[in-house]
């Protein structure tokens, strides 16, 4: 396990690597002018080459790499070109709304994705199956800013029972919870159609196999037979889709942040986007891809308490 956790530590180095030359090359490539952005209508073109040379933009491509490299390594992500605020610091300030937003939502997708998968599995062909199975395809096809809007406009607008948007409470306190449910279901709708779909699908196999039949047979109680025999068993695979929905939702509030004004590194990365501003963009993308291999090596932990037939050489 040890030797599996270093080399995995290892392949993430190797990956950000490669992450950070994809996203510099696409905003080194992308068309527009940072400067510009920076100086306003009214900057002149030495106005504007000034800006570039104190930048480093007039620099070529493999030196600026180089350099964000080289200052990478030394935990420095860089300034932002329109506040001049550290970008760490930045992400940091903004860091927890996200984080915030995407535990609920896993939270609720696994709440709703595993109890809609076993009444889907345990009712197979039913109504109730028919249904799960209905929701799972909606969950999957309704995009996230459509969602959010209806779901603003019935529950905010007309029955004025949760807030529009927004989330600067604390998640404990009454009005932080109501801050956090829409904006939450919005995001966690797709997930816990997944693990719905998962659910549904690994319970319908294991609840066949010999083991569960022989426990049948013995005369084990059937809520011990789903719960600790089959339930159990077939969480192998849908802890993989958890935890790749849940590096997913980190990555993916981008939208729904947008969409609820929530104050999140999504939303900082659109806005760095549209600004060109390339250190902002950069460190936000970096921050989310560690966060999503981290996830992933936590599952693969995570699958040997589960079911310790499985070895790591």
């Known amino acids: 396990m040890i030797a599996m956790i270093v080399r995995r530590f290892f392949q993430l180095i190797f990956l950000l690597f490669g992450i950070t030359f994809l996203v510099f090359?696409?905003?080194?490539?992308?068309?527009?002018?940072?400067?510009?952005?920076?100086?306003?209508?009214?900057?002149?073109?030495?106005?504007?080459?000034a800006i570039r040379d104190d930048l480093g933009l007039n620099d070529p491509f493999l030196t600026q790499y180089g350099r964000y490299i080289a200052n990478l390594a030394q935990g420095d992500l860089g300034f932002s070109?329109?506040?001049?605020?550290?970008?760490?610091?930045?992400?940091?300030?903004?860091?927890?709304?996200?984080l915030k937003l995407?535990?609920?939502?896993?939270?609720?997708?696994?709440?709703?994705?595993?109890?809609?998968?076993?009444?889907?599995?345990?009712?197979?062909n039913s109504w109730l199956d028919v249904t799960s199975t209905t929701f799972a395809l909606g969950g999957i096809s309704i995009p996230n800013f459509w969602l959010g809007s209806i779901l603003i406009l019935i529950f905010s607008v007309n029955l004025q029972w949760l807030p529009v948007a927004g989330l600067s409470d604390?998640?404990?306190?009454?009005?932080?919870?109501?801050?956090?449910?829409?904006?939450?279901?919005?995001?966690?709708?797709?997930?816990?159609?997944?693990?719905?779909?998962?659910?549904?699908?690994?319970?319908?196999?294991?609840?066949r196999a010999d083991y569960v039949r022989t426990a049948r047979a013995k005369g084990v109680k059937e809520r011990s037979v789903i719960w600790i025999h089959t339930l159990k068993n077939a969480m192998i695979p849908v802890i993989t889709v958890i935890g790749l929905n849940f590096g997913a939702l980190l990555g993916g509030t981008i939208i729904t942040e947008k969409v609820f004004a929530i104050n999140g590194v999504g939303r900082l990365m659109i806005d760095a986007i549209a600004a060109r501003d390339f250190p902002?963009?950069?460190?936000?993308?970096l921050l989310i891809a560690t966060l999503f291999v981290l996830v992933n090596l936590i599952?693969?932990?995570?699958?040997?308490?589960?079911?310790?037939?499985?070895?790591?050489?």
Do not use: C
């Not at 992308?30 to 009214?42: C, L, Q, Y």
């Not at 816990?192 to 690994?202: E, K, L």
């Open 25 to 49: 090359s696409s905003m080194y490539l992308a068309p527009g002018d940072p400067a510009s952005m920076i100086g306003g209508p009214t900057a002149t073109e030495s106005d504007l080459e």
């Open 81 to 98: 070109y329109q506040t001049r605020q550290p970008v760490a610091e930045a992400i940091a300030i903004r860091f927890p709304n996200t």
């Open 102 to 124: 995407a535990v609920a939502s896993m939270i609720i997708a696994i709440i709703i994705g595993i109890f809609a998968g076993l009444i889907s599995a345990l009712k197979h």
């Open 170 to 207: 604390p998640w404990w306190t009454a009005e932080g919870i109501k801050q956090l449910i829409l904006p939450a279901i919005t995001l966690g709708t797709g997930s816990a159609a997944m693990i719905a779909r998962m659910v549904r699908s690994s319970m319908l196999e294991v609840v």
């Open 280 to 285: 902002m963009v950069q460190g936000s993308v």
């Open 299 to 313: 599952v693969d932990i995570v699958y040997t308490y589960i079911d310790p037939r499985i070895k790591y050489q």
